[in-house]
């Protein structure tokens, strides 16, 4: 059942609620959600639910009416998000795991490990005991494969994971897998459960090939109920009459379980379908499906693998892989999970800043829940602190004076172009640069007071440019007056403030969450291609320090030109003959001189990193004023 308790309620009411459950042979669980905190009770003695209700301190009790409680979305409303190392799984992260079918030898796994972490995986896998089909094939290195494999995790930055196959390897796996996968075959290994759950670590459990999801369910309740709190699922092919592949990938599995439970889900594509060419796309439909990760078998000789070489991916696929899932991410509105490497820790030039320790502070315009905090919150790490200024000015003036990291400004939009006062600001602030970028597709939904209903709305709040990129939907309500405002997220603010049922305000779900506002409508935007590319800002020193490591590959650079016939030309032409690709021109005009622009222009930076030196040389020597925006990495 759920005990879902009183706001207020007092320390001593709670820990008599506590008691009263555990003295009647309960297992007790305590959840604090965004909106109330409950109690998750779970025992086999029936109870008559009505003497928890009367308890002091109790605001209401549902049962629970699933045969699995713990892993059931009724005991927990949130998703859950598992944290590996830095890394978290579960949220709006897709994260990546990937690595041999097996551990083969040390060399294998260092090798394997570099590359898979060069393209963008965050865990690696392979496998120390394989529970194989026959009894002749390879069986694994055993315990020295799982020190293979930690040492090339810890190489690399990356947590391990590595299947257990018997309660006896607990502790042994506890010492060097950072999660434990249980496999297929094992899923109804209950002792084998119950020993993984009390270990409190993370563990990957796959849908056994002939599981229904309630039985996967019922398996994540035993790890749960034993200790763990992080259970992932991983659906990687079920039984069917298909013969054409190894196993049926089973793609509805992903919007059930994330209906029926709050635990992630992850898909195993190679096992899934046994067929390496099968690889890619399976991999895609499980992403766009809503998985919250992958895991994937690559390997360098995938011809000479000792177990499961026809499904593993050579390292250019799961290269290509991993770029089709950046592309498509934003469309979903996620992100992939990345490894700690873009940010520096924060630096102590600055005094101002009032942060604890670590703690990286991101100064953006507008009110909570605007799309450049949604924009923040997908490029830095979750322990951000997001800060909420009036102007874009502010943002700059923030970084500057060190009160802030970080900032983040939008600087151009796919339906309606550049925003040209931020590119004014970043020639304005010499001392200022750009040290990444994100960009995020741009959802608007129609929001309005609670109980209100779309036949309530009267008028309609906005920024002007929501108010345009929803005129298809707002034409089909004439009668609608649309009034503009300076901020998307301002106007559900102010919406909120006035809590008149006539009023309707545009912005995204975040917006509406954060003022605890009700979607009357989701993704009313005329053109779903809404994409707008942020920059994030910082000081030199601190851009200079993250260019250190040598990662940039794009530079924005802004120059001006002799206003004579060909200067333009000339300036570019030194990019061309350098074979230097330009990504973005775009030309603004000079304060004080009409007619006369300056050029912004973006630029892959080579691999040769000293061409890109000699072209900055040869463009100083062309243009009339040339200054570096920026170098950063882009993914
Ligand atoms: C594996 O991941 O290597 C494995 C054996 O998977 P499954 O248990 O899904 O067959
Ligand atoms: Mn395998």
Redesign the pocket.
Known sequence: MIVVLEHNIKPTDKSNIVHFLEDKGFRIREIQGEEETILGAVGIIPIDLREVELLPGVARVIPITKPYKLASREFKKEDTSIPVGSVKIGGSRVAVIAGP??VESRQQIMEIAALVRESGAVILRG?AY?ARTSPYAFQGLGEEGLKYLKEAGDANGMPVISEIVTPEHAGMFAEYADILQVGARNMQNFELLKRVGALHKPVLLKRGPAATIQDLLMSAEYLLAHGTNYVMLCERGIRTFETYTRNTLDISAIPVVKKLSHLPILVDP??GTGIRAKVLPMALAAVAAGADGLIV?VHTDPDHAL??GP?SLYPEQFEKLMRDIQALTPVLSKELARLPETLSPPPAYSPTVSADQGQILVAFQGEPGAFSENALLRYFPDSAQSQPLQEFRDVFDSVLTGKSHYGIIPIENTLTGSIHQNYDLLLQYPDIRIVGEKTIRIIHNLIGVPGARIKDIKRVYSHPQGLSQCARYLDSYPQWEKIPYYDTAGSIAFVAREGNKENAGIASLDAARVHKMNVLKEGIETDSQNYTRFVIIAREELAQAQNRTGKANRASLVFSTANTPGSLFRALQVLADRNINMVKLESRPIAGKPWEEMFYVDVDIPEEKESFQKALEELSGVTETLRILGLYTVK
């Open positions: 079918c097996s496998g394989k190679s096992h078998e177990s499961d499904q």
